[in-house]
């Protein structure tokens, strides 16, 4: 997920639209995440995962505005696997555990998130459910390279051996609450298929 | 990493060039934070030259770290900080701007402007107050001695490394990812030579000892991150003769360091202070946020290694012990379990215990079976953190315990 840092994500834009291999669209309607699990898009939403460099296996990057603006990441991962790809095998990163409890688990998306962006800081942790299956809701506050303030929302699940994690990340001022009603209604759509 | 600054830097350099060269008339900003000193020692040099160039992508650099979110603003902190690097520097504390940053590796710079960082990481891992004023008298010598100008005429002209510092500003405080780049980016452009490390490590020993800081104090701390390199849990970083990951502008060798500790065995002066005790009160509320950041890194094998200097003198036990234990619950290798119960209960035993200690061995508690103890546990961190942000989470798990609807 967060490898990239904000300049190398608009290279990789601009790369990938150099080889003309641009943006795809996620259309409205029902959406499938990582073979995992559907939500209903209320308009369509671009596919921006292919800037993410080295892509992480299960996740999908969506955007409105572009990846400054707003992001929403839908991942269902499996054991070992990480929100975030280092370029080599070596430097210790997050991972997923089955064994992690609901704090565990909020950590790791916080600790992810901290890979890119600066002091993250989980709050308002409370259980929800994540279509059927019971989870962990909570909110996010961060800071950009820059000083921007970013405010974050995310649900996450365990279902069988996998994690499922919806997280919407957009710059605290205008951009989070434009977006979180439709953000609120897409994670209530979520259903594990 | 380095293919990631390598494509980074090609697609920076037809961009970044001409800015870099129109900041240059851009006088740096007063850090407002600094207390009140004394006048630069140099005047600005003309735009035209290629010292010109090396200030204006400093002041490139040090703009970008007025407005990150890495900064730390904590007066008390900065004006204690600033405070010991004047105490060494001499003639040369007015030029010093400070910036502490929240950046949990070891690293400290001094850019030829006068932007000088600190980082958290390195403030963690010092012991005392004379080696942090070691490592600041390392700097000022780097400053004093124009070792940046030297190295900058062996990059073929200002425009490589004017591009180079810019676009390591770009991506400095990008989350802990982009400090490794930008580390990386800084050794490329002030990774000095093993003679003028040693000529830091020389003059860096007499302006502390001139101080009156412990003699010993710079051969301890190059030692210390020698030792925490071979700790790492990272191969990668275990394997690099030049303990770069440890303080990568700055490689250390072995001879460097023997050099040092000759240097020390033959001093006869009167004995240094280490001011270790205000040292550490200086940085004592910081230890929780800065520990946390560490254990962001997932390098256990150091942070083990920081832990058990910060713990060595019976200090900050609650801390310590309880971040003792979030290494081992993190990395649940054999035995890590038990570890980790037997630090978070000791973490327990002391005042300065965070409340999650309470929480985690709840969750342990959970794990074992012991619903009655885990109850109590939580119920006592809900009493000590009523505030807390998992207040939600705790308090329906203990419905679950005491037979309630989650």
Request: aromatic share 8%; proline share 5%; glycine share 8%.
């Amino acid at each position: 997920m967060i490898t990239a840092t904000r300049r190398a994500v608009l290279m990789g834009a601009t790369a990938a639209l150099a080889a003309g291999c641009g943006t795809s669209g996620a259309r409205s309607g029902t959406y499938n995440a990582a073979n995992a699990y559907n939500v209903n898009l209320a308009r369509e939403w671009s596919d921006i995962t292919f800037m993410l460099q080295p892509r992480p296996r299960n996740l999908r990057l969506l955007s409105i505005d572009g990846p400054l603006l707003n992001r929403l990441y839908l991942a269902a991962l499996q054991p070992g696997e990480s929100l975030l790809r280092h370029r080599d095998r070596d430097t210790p990163r997050p991972t997923y555990r089955t064994d992690m409890s609901d704090t565990e688990v909020v950590e790791f998306i916080v600790d992810c998130v901290a890979q890119e962006y600066q002091a993250p800081e989980a709050s308002a942790l409370r259980p929800q459910n994540f279509g059927a299956y019971p989870g962990v809701r909570f909110d996010l506050s961060a800071r950009t390279a820059e000083g921007l303030n970013t405010s974050g929302t995310a649900l996450a699940a365990r279902v069988g051996e996998r994690l499922h994690v919806m997280l919407f990340l957009a710059p605290s001022e205008h951009y989070y609450a434009a977006l979180l009603p439709e953000v609120e209604a897409i994670f209530a759509s979520a259903t594990p298929t | 990493m380095r293919s990631m600054i390598a494509s980074i830097g090609m697609a920076a350099a037809l961009a970044a060039v001409a800015p870099v060269q129109a900041q240059e008339a851009t006088p740096a900003p007063q850090m407002e934070l600094a207390s009140v000193q004394p006048a630069p020692s140099r005047a600005r040099p003309p735009e035209n030259t290629d010292e010109g160039g090396l200030w204006g992508a400093s002041d490139r650099a040090e703009i970008q770290a007025r407005a990150s979110g890495e900064l730390e603003r904590d007066p008390a902190l900065n004006a204690y900080i600033r405070d010991v690097a004047c105490r060494t520097a001499g003639r040369y504390c007015g030029d010093v701007r400070l910036y502490v940053m929240n950046r949990p590796f070891f690293n400290a710079s001094m850019a030829p402007n006068g932007y000088t960082e600190v980082w958290s990481g390195l403030l963690l891992r010092a012991e005392d107050e004379a080696q942090l004023a070691f490592v600041l008298s390392h700097e000022i010598t780097h400053y004093s001695e124009n070792h940046s100008l030297d190295m900058l005429r062996t990059l073929r002209g200002r425009s490589a490394a004017a591009m180079i510092l810019s676009v390591g500003a770009a991506v400095a405080g990008a989350g802990y990812a982009g400090d490794l780049i930008y580390l990386g980016t800084l050794a490329s452009v002030y990774g000095f030579s093993r003679e003028k490390e040693t000529e830091a490590d020389m003059n860096g020993f007499d302006l502390s000892v001139a101080a009156g800081y412990d003699a010993r104090a710079g051969v301890t701390l190059w030692n210390n991150l020698i030792a925490e390199t071979r700790a790492s849990d990272n191969p990668d970083v275990r394997r690099r003769e030049s303990r770069a990951s440890i303080f990568t502008t700055h490689p250390l060798s072995r001879d460097r360091v023997e050099a040092l500790q000759r240097r020390a065995d033959a001093y006869t002066g009167a004995p240094g202070e280490t001011h270790r005790e205000r040292y550490r009160a200086a940085i004592r509320p910081f230890l929780d946020p800065w520990l946390r950041s560490e254990l962001r890194r997932r390098d256990f094998g150091q942070t083990l290694l920081v832990l058990e200097r910060l713990g060595a003198h019976g200090e900050d036990l609650g801390m310590v012990e309880f971040y003792r234990g979030e290494v081992h619950r993190l990395r649940r290798g054999e035995g890590d379990a038990e570890r980790a119960l037997a630090h978070y209960t000791a973490a327990t035993t002391h005042a300065d215990a965070p409340a999650a200690a309470w929480r985690e061995l709840g969750d342990i508690a959970l794990r074992q079976n012991r619903s009655a103890d885990a109850a109590q546990c939580f119920a006592t961190y809900l009493e000590r953190a009523p505030n807390a942000g998992d207040r939600a989470l705790v308090e329906a798990r203990l419905a679950q315990l005491q037979g309630g609807t989650p």
